[in-house]
């Protein structure tokens, strides 16, 4: 069973960027697709970027094409979202999660297995 821990959420101005990150432990992270959803104060969970094993394939929400970037370092078991041109709407708590059944990861939350605690991201205008 693997463990997630996310990190480097914090409050932007409108245009900015901020990374976060995802370090896993207790699984082998290689066998992982990994994801990034997000959730805003009233909202349902969305779904924002995903990953596969190898870190050769990404998918994007359209709301986020373009301005984030997801990549993974597996010899450090770490995932990363890189948030560039940072919007208010993007304000949420970003939720990294892991899914052991697919190789190049799904946009559906219903399919990861684990999840972390969340990072606040928030942009103000």
């Known amino acids: 069973q693997v463990q997630l821990v996310e990190s480097g959420g914090g409050s932007v101005q409108a245009g900015e960027s901020l990374r976060v990150s995802c370090a896993a432990s207790?699984?082998?992270?290689?066998?992982?697709?990994m994801g990034w959803f997000r959730q805003a104060p009233g909202e349902e969970r969305e779904f924002v970027a995903c990953?596969?094993?190898?870190?050769?394939?990404?998918v994007y929400a359209g709301s986020v094409k373009g301005r984030f970037h997801i990549s993974r370092d597996n010899a450090k078991n770490t995932v990363f979202l890189q948030m560039n041109s940072l919007e208010p709407e993007d304000t949420a708590v970003y939720y990294c999660?892991?899914?052991?059944?697919?190789?190049?990861?799904?946009?559906?939350?219903?399919?990861?297995?684990?999840w972390g605690q969340g990072t606040q991201v928030t942009v103000s205008s």
């Open positions: 990953i596969s094993r190898g870190g050769s394939s990404t």
């Open positions: 207790g699984g082998t992270f290689r066998n992982y697709a």
């Open positions: 999660a892991a899914d052991p059944d697919s190789v190049l990861g799904t946009g559906r939350d219903n399919d990861y297995d684990y």
